[in-house]
């Protein structure tokens, strides 16, 4: 099998690209390697999977919209899968051009290629933060989502109905995840958990939003990878038939389907499982809640798991543990250099 994977220099799109690998697939990727965040991690993790027979790549923006046409037609995927997007609730406020190039001309560019290749499936990215401001959790696919709190959000939720129209107009598969907060190594720095993993060990202050009456429904990378290749062959439509609490399109091969852990996990005790992997004391610098933010995410995952058998279930402080390794193995030469250092 053939895969076309957008962002795989990113973080999620580097461990799909790794796990489809492993079980024989060819994979084209494609990634802007844009300098959002340190761009020498996006090229770390593209140089691993280089080194991988059956990995091949393009680095080039969605926008591009010829160069991504070439590498799809090039690669003759059986499936695309659609990672790639401008990230970041704050930085949607600060530059929201970024998001509508990358997320929704990017976006329909991928759509389009996908269209004329013939790709058997499309799956595409897309969030928990389409939620808004719903206070009914667990968020299930069939609730309705108009409250939007970010530009970033409101970017994904127009992937969505993007997605339903290509779907029901040219009668492709097109299958939406949302995500709901991944983290694990080779996570993004911005992202909470190497934020505050990097302040802890650095002594430094880590910002902890709404005072810390936040809660998150924390995804362990794998799982959620897990989640997506099982999506992969279930392919919306017939003859795969409506299962209970579906969001099958009745008008189109579509759906849309949570991929979370199903555990609403309180910042305090996140920050409480980095502490015991460091084995140090953070020092916590509470603020009000940043702009286009959400108090809580919490899954439904049960139609990802009524539709596939499976279900995330790796634990808070399994998962953060296996992140600080990693991030102490990534900085390792830091780490040393600070060992060396006369006190």
Not at 251 to 270: H, Q, T, W, Y
Request: aromatic fraction near 12%; charged fraction near 25%.
């Amino acid at each position: 099998m053939r895969a076309f994977i957008t962002g795989t220099a990113g973080f999620i799109g580097y461990h799909l690209a790794n796990h489809l690998i492993d079980e024989g697939w060819t994979v084209h990727g494609y990634d802007g390697m844009t300098d959002y965040y340190d761009v020498s991690l996006k090229v770390a993790r593209h140089d691993l999977l280089r080194a991988r027979a059956g990995f091949t790549a393009t680095e080039a923006r969605l926008e591009d919209n010829d160069t991504l046409m070439r590498a799809v037609t090039r690669a003759a995927p059986d499936v695309v899968v659609h990672l790639a997007a401008q990230a970041g609730v704050r930085w949607s406020i600060e530059n929201p051009r970024a998001y509508v190039d990358a997320n929704i001309i990017g976006t329909f560019n991928v759509m389009e290629a996908a269209r004329q290749r013939g790709a058997r499936h499309l799956l595409m990215a897309s969030t928990s933060s389409v939620y808004g401001a719903n206070t009914r959790m667990p968020y299930a696919e069939t609730d309705k989502c108009d409250t939007q709190m970010s530009f970033y959000a409101a970017t994904k939720k127009a992937n969505e109905a993007m997605g339903h129209a290509w779907a029901h107009i040219h009668k492709m598969p097109v299958t939406l995840f949302r995500f709901f907060t991944v983290y694990g190594p080779w996570g993004r720095p911005d992202m909470a958990l190497f934020k505050f993993t990097r302040g802890i060990y650095e002594g430094r202050p880590i910002d902890i939003y709404n005072r810390g009456q936040m809660w998150r429904d924390f995804t362990y990378v794998t799982d959620l990878v897990r989640g997506i290749r099982l999506l992969i062959d279930v392919i919306p439509g017939p003859p795969h038939t409506a299962v209970e609490g579906d969001s099958l399109s009745p008008v189109a091969p579509f759906r849309v389907v949570n991929i979370g852990n199903s555990e609403k996990v309180r910042l305090e005790d996140f920050i409480d499982a980095i502490e015991a992997a460091t084995g140090r004391k953070a020092i916590r610098n509470y603020m009000p809640m940043q702009a286009g933010d959400v108090p809580a995410t919490w899954a439904n995952a049960g139609l990802l798991q009524r539709l596939t058998g499976y279900r995330p279930q790796t634990d808070i402080r399994e998962g953060v543990a296996r992140f600080v390794d990693w991030y102490r193995d990534y900085h390792h030469s830091e780490f040393d250099l600070k060992a060396r250092r006369p006190a």
